[in-house]
Every structure is written in structure tokens, then in C-alpha cells.
């Protein structure tokens, strides 16, 4: 029994003897140099000298720092590095620690610790850290160079036809907090992109409603008299119309488009009817604009709010399809029923004036205005003698009498030839007029102090 105990502790003593022969051999084979089966982070290092795994550990830092992530903005993209958006790698120690791995400690502690790492191997992880000051700011500098405000689409009319100037584009609002949370946890996740939290404010007109508006709804146009002061206005009032753009369901002013008809703003005198007379008055002619407009709103089907027509018949139009309006008092409007966005765009040619409404042509339907129920009303007998201060004195003028109306207009709507509605617009009624004379009071004195 003593024999085979003694015999025992011989074979244990001479089996750790060459237990640590060999550690101690293969601790020699690999002085200076990492051992086998170590990495840092996924780089293995095992076999190098610690100069040779700082350089690779440096060039694996630096491809982790400039590993890409692509940052979804709504419609837009941007690619950021990873090194841009505040991460840091701190390398320092690493390769220190990975070469001590297996050389401290005493003689079996470090036995174990090689054996360790020859079964399974080793990691030596790097600091990795997110500088999240340094990620919002940059999320806060990306969310200044976006606009909040949408942009609408712009549109103009070339030789008949709606051309596009600008295309629309959606206002966005970078949630800046939100952002900086989604893009850190797709750092840590790694992945290649993610989105950062935007809201989107799409414009009221947009590209795809521009590109819509093609189809002439309706147009009128109507013949000016040769008078330069009338013309001059109406091209103003017409200027003031031109491009206006009606969303859905919008209500168009006449007098909140054109504004106060004042010398200051442009106009000048030119004959306007007042009291059923001819007199000169400031923006005379801009009432053959919103008579203009009237027949376009009647033709391309909106919804007639508020029109009156003249005290007397106009020379441009027929009767019951004239609208008269007088700033702070009498308007003209109308309320965009289509459905969809519609462009009013008035110009002069020569001496027409021609507006035309133009949208998203839905159904293939007929509009047609009609004139009904025309009756004359007689004139007052008798003569009518007013003093006139815009004549020159000694001057007469006489006017014969002249009959008053009374009509009635209605908008016919049909579909394939069918009339399928029949709108009611309203009555007109145009005032006689007694023979009048006109005698001129202005004294002739007066006339060369004007002038």
C-alpha cells in the first residue's frame, strides 16, 4: 500500500513537471507576442506583437468610426458616418490588456487562464461610447437647414396653357429629442439606416393638383371702348385677377381681389355710370372685369353669391349678364364648387378682355346661359332738367328718353345633351331714364385754373 502511494505521488509530481515544462515552453515560443485565440472585439490579435496589434486595432477603429448610416428625412436622404454622429472608440489599453491575458498571476492561475482561452479564446472589448451632445447638435443644425413652411406649387399661363413654375413641396419639422433616440439605438443595433422622426406638412396646392389643372373650365371675353383711361383700368383690375388660385370650396371677392379703385393705387378717372348717367369717376371700366368674371363663374358652374347688375344696360354685354360693383358696398362673388383647385387668369389682347377659369375637368358637361322673360318698361314722361358742373357754362346737352327693362337669367346645366339642372341666377332690372337736359354750370375761369 506505502509502495503504491509513494508510486503515485512520483507520477502527479512527474506529470506537473511536465506540465510545466511545457507552459514554460510555450510561454518562451510566444515571448513578445499576443497568444493564440485572443481578439480584440471581432479583430483576432493572437500571434502579434503589440506594435503589430495597435496597428490593427487602429485601422479597425477607424473603419468602425467611419462605418455609414443613412438618415431618412421624409423624402430625402443623408449619409452620415458614424464618427459624424458622435460616436467614439477609445482604443487605449486595449492591446496592453489582450497581450497580459495569460501572463499574470501565478504559474497555474496563468496555466488555467491559457487553457481557457486555447478551448474558447478571449475578447478584449473596446470603449465604445455615443457623444449624444455631439449627435444633437447635429440633428439640431440638420433640422435648421429644413423648412417647416411647405411650399406651394406655382403655376402660370403660356399661349393658352397652364405651365408649371415651381413644383409644391411639403413643409417637414425635425423632432429633434426623438431623432437622436432612433439614430442611437440604430448605432447600437448596427444598422445601416434608420429614420429620423419628421413631420410632414404637406402644401395645399400641391405638384400632383398643379399638374391637374389643365382643362379650360370656362371662358369669357369682352370688347373695350377705345377710351386709353378706361383701358388703363381695366388692365389693372384684370392684373389683380390674373393668377388668383381657388382651392375647394373657397369663395372669391371681387373687391377683397382688386382692392379700393383709388388714384393712389393706380387708377385713373375714366366714365363710370352714376345715377344713370356717364360721369367721370375714379376707376372707371373695372366693372366690365367683374361683368366679365360673372359669365366665366356662370360657365364653369360655381355657386353665385352676391352679383348686381347695372342701373343701366352696358354697352360689352347683353342684359341680366353684367355685375356692377362699387368698393365697401357692392361685390361680386362666387364660390368654387368644382371639386378641385381652379386658376382665374384675365388678360388683354388688343382691346378684348378675356378671362378664363381653368381646373380638373370631372364629367363631360354642357353649361349654357340663358336670358329670359324680357319685358320693357316704359319710360317717365315728362323732362328732366339737371345742372350739370362737369359742362361748361351755357352749355346744353339733351337726352331722349329711354326704356328700362326687366329680365331674368338662368344657368342651364346638361350631361350627354340631357338638361339635368336649371339654376335660377336672379332678375334684373334696368331703370328707364325721363328725356333729360343737361345745362353746364362750370365756369370758364374754373376750366383754366384746372388746367
Known amino acids: 500500500m506505502k509502495r503504491a502511494l509513494a508510486g503515485l505521488i512520483i507520477l502527479l509530481v512527474g506529470v506537473s513537471a511536465g506540465a510545466i515544462t511545457a507552459f514554460a515552453r510555450d510561454a518562451a515560443f510566444h515571448a513578445g507576442r499576443i497568444f493564440p485565440g485572443i481578439s480584440i472585439e471581432t479583430l483576432p490579435v493572437g500571434g502579434l506583437t503589440p506594435a503589430e496589434?495597435?496597428?490593427?486595432?487602429?485601422?479597425?477603429?477607424?473603419?468602425?468610426?467611419?462605418?455609414?448610416?443613412?438618415?431618412?428625412?421624409?423624402?430625402?436622404?443623408?449619409?452620415?458616418?458614424?464618427?459624424?454622429?458622435?460616436?467614439?472608440?477609445?482604443?487605449?489599453?486595449?492591446?496592453?490588456?489582450?497581450?497580459?491575458?495569460?501572463?499574470?498571476?501565478?504559474?497555474w492561475q496563468?496555466?488555467?487562464?491559457?487553457?481557457?482561452?486555447?478551448?474558447?479564446?478571449?475578447?478584449?472589448?473596446?470603449?465604445?461610447?455615443?457623444?449624444?451632445r455631439a449627435l444633437r447638435r447635429l440633428i439640431e443644425s440638420l433640422s435648421k437647414e429644413i423648412s417647416p413652411v411647405p411650399q406651394e406649387a406655382e403655376v402660370f399661363v403660356s399661349r393658352g396653357e397652364v405651365v408649371m413654375v415651381r413644383p409644391g413641396r411639403p413643409g417637414r419639422t425635425l423632432d429633434v429629442g426623438a431623432s437622436v433616440r432612433q439614430i442611437a439605438a440604430a448605432i447600437a443595433?448596427?444598422?445601416?439606416d434608420t429614420d429620423a422622426v419628421v413631420a410632414v406638412t404637406d402644401p395645399a396646392f400641391t405638384t400632383a393638383k398643379a399638374q391637374a389643372l389643365r382643362t379650360p373650365l370656362a371662358r369669357a371675353a369682352t370688347t373695350m371702348v377705345n377710351?386709353?383711361?378706361?383701358?388703363?383700368?381695366?388692365?389693372?383690375?384684370?392684373s389683380f385677377v390674373r393668377g388668383r388660385l381657388l382651392a375647394p370650396g373657397e369663395i372669391f371677392s371681387y373687391n377683397a381681389a382688386v382692392g379700393p379703385r383709388t388714384i393712389e393705387r393706380g387708377f385713373k378717372e375714366a366714365p363710370v355710370l352714376i345715377d344713370d348717367e356717364l360721369v367721370a369717376g375714379d376707376g372707371g371700366g373695372i366693372c366690365?372685369?367683374?361683368?366679365?368674371?360673372?359669365?366665366?363663374?356662370?360657365?364653369?358652374?360655381?355657386?353665385?353669391?352676391?352679383?348686381?347688375?347695372?342701373?343701366?344696360?352696358?354697352?360689352?354685354?347683353?342684359?341680366?349678364?353684367?355685375?356692377?360693383?362699387?368698393y365697401d358696398w357692392l361685390d361680386f362673388r362666387f364660390r368654387n364648387t368644382s371639386g378641385h383647385h381652379v386658376?382665374?387668369?384675365?388678360?388683354?389682347?388688343g382691346r378684348r378682355l378675356i378671362i378664363t377659369a381653368y381646373g380638373t375637368a370631372t364629367e363631360a358637361k354642357g353649361v349654357e346661359i340663358l336670358v329670359t322673360d324680357h319685358e320693357e318698361i316704359a319710360p317717365p314722361e315728362g323732362t328732366v332738367t339737371k345742372e350739370d358742373p362737369g359742362l361748361d357754362e351755357g352749355t346744353v346737352v339733351a337726352r331722349d328718353a329711354q326704356p328700362g327693362y326687366r329680365v331674368k337669367t338662368w344657368r342651364v346645366v346638361?350631361?350627354?345633351?340631357?338638361?339635368?339642372?336649371?339654376?335660377?341666377?336672379?332678375?334684373?332690372?334696368?331703370?328707364?331714364?325721363?328725356?333729360?337736359?343737361?345745362i353746364g354750370i362750370r365756369k370758364t375761369q374754373e376750366l383754366s385754373e384746372r388746367h
Open 227 to 238: 377710351n386709353p383711361d378706361r383701358i388703363h383700368n381695366i388692365e389693372l383690375a384684370a
Open 343 to 349: 386658376l382665374l387668369w384675365a388678360e388683354v389682347r
Open 189 to 192: 443595433a448596427g444598422a445601416t
Open 288 to 326: 366690365q372685369v367683374s361683368s366679365t368674371l360673372f359669365n366665366v363663374a356662370l360657365l364653369a358652374d360655381f355657386e353665385i353669391l352676391s352679383r348686381t347688375n347695372h342701373s343701366r344696360p352696358v354697352a360689352y354685354l347683353p342684359l341680366g349678364r353684367d355685375a356692377t360693383v362699387v
Open 53 to 107: 496589434a495597435e496597428y490593427a486595432v487602429g485601422r479597425l477603429a477607424e473603419a468602425r468610426l467611419g462605418r455609414p448610416l443613412v438618415v431618412h428625412l421624409a423624402t430625402e436622404e443623408v449619409v452620415f458616418t458614424h464618427a459624424e454622429l458622435g460616436l467614439r472608440v477609445g482604443t487605449e489599453g486595449a492591446v496592453q490588456r489582450a497581450f497580459e491575458l495569460g501572463r499574470l498571476g501565478p504559474w
Open 414 to 438: 346638361t350631361l350627354d345633351g340631357v338638361e339635368v339642372r336649371r339654376d335660377f341666377i336672379g332678375t334684373s332690372v334696368y331703370r328707364p331714364v325721363a328725356r333729360t337736359i343737361r
Open 110 to 132: 496563468r496555466a488555467r487562464t491559457r487553457l481557457r482561452i486555447a478551448r474558447g479564446g478571449a475578447s478584449v472589448p473596446l470603449r465604445v461610447e455615443l457623444d449624444r
